[in-house]
């Protein structure tokens, strides 16, 4: 009762509410706080030091940046079920919300900018001509029904997060640059979908408990990465005991020339190279789905094992 009610009290302030109410829509960092309310930094970090005490804000480091989103926990929920008793055309609120969309656009501008000289780099299905539109719906047909909790690793500009923001009960994306960062959380407020949320982090040492999730996709991921076995050994690690690993992929690809203008570390994988790296992560692979383009784009579902009775009664 007391920690219920320690929650109440932080609650009970007009300034804390509408920061709250600003985190429900996505992340934000000190800077952003101040120039949407108009208020002293200071000021500001007591208030926002106090929620994350009681629990109801979450703080995510990157880099010299600290974003502040809400809690994908009970916590979470009671926030998030006490905001929406608040009027929705409260002019205070209002004003709050008009304010996040500017800092949301000029964010979004900055980010974008800095990608103007390399659009492959944030674009790359469209660069290449690739099917993005039918990937991503065969995706989304492979979600599961609940689709539970979903990770998006190498999430880029949070596409695909938030095309599946409606299909799941929460979403965390994580990619190792900020400026990908920059425009998903961006996408993810505009859309509303406050559920979601981005986060730096290396896909090969995922700062996250075993066994967190009910699904885990990587798109367009594996033929960057040094090492796609690792990648996949350590989706299976979060991924929880009978949960889905989705993957769209590049089909191993004869045109070399692509893979130094693009980055490709590898020229896309056959069935049996992803199907043997799935087995070694301990999952088990449908026969995949093939989408015919300039390069063929593999879609591929797996399943974690389940763990035996006896193991699973210990967790």
Avoid at 7 to 31: D, I, K, N, Q, Y
Wanted: net charge neutral.
């Amino acid at each position: 009762m007391e920690d219920l009610l320690t929650s109440l009290r932080a609650l009970a302030e007009p300034t804390r509410l509408r920061l709250l109410a600003l985190a429900a829509r996505g992340g934000f960092c000190v800077v952003d706080f101040t120039e949407i309310l108009d208020q002293s930094q200071p000021r500001l970090s007591r208030h926002l030091k106090l929620l994350c005490d009681a629990g109801l804000l979450a703080r995510l480091r990157e880099g010299a940046n600290v974003w502040f989103t809400l809690p994908d926990d009970d916590k979470g929920s009671l926030t998030r079920s006490l905001l929406a008793r608040l009027p929705q055309d409260d002019p205070e609120l209002a004003a709050d919300r008009r304010q996040a969309a500017r800092v949301l656009t000029e964010r979004s501008r900055t980010a974008s900018a800095a990608f103007a000289q390399n659009p492959a780099a944030w674009d790359e299905m469209r660069t290449i001509n690739l099917p993005a539109e039918a990937a991503e719906a065969a995706l989304l047909a492979l979600l599961p029904t609940p689709a539970g909790r979903m990770l998006d690793i190498g999430t880029g500009t949070g596409w695909l997060l938030a095309s599946a923001a409606p299909l799941i009960k929460s979403g965390l994306g994580v990619d190792a640059s900020r400026t990908m960062l920059s425009l998903a959380r961006t996408r993810l407020a505009d859309a509303g979908f406050g559920h979601c949320s981005v986060r730096l982090a290396d896909m090969y040492r995922l700062p996250l408990a075993d066994h967190s999730f009910d699904v885990v996709s990587l798109c367009m991921v594996l033929h960057h990465a040094e090492d796609p076995a690792a990648v996949l050994r350590e989706a299976a690690r979060v991924l929880r005991p009978g949960g889905t690993l989705l993957i769209a992929e590049l089909d191993h690809y004869s045109n070399l020339a692509l893979i130094g203008p693009l980055s490709h570390r590898w020229p896309g994988f056959t069935q049996q190279d992803l199907a043997a790296m799935l087995a070694a992560a301990g999952l088990t692979a449908d026969s995949p789905r093939r989408i015919a383009a300039p390069i063929d784009v593999l879609i591929q579902q797996a399943r974690h094992k389940q763990l035996p009775d006896a193991e699973r009664s210990h967790q």
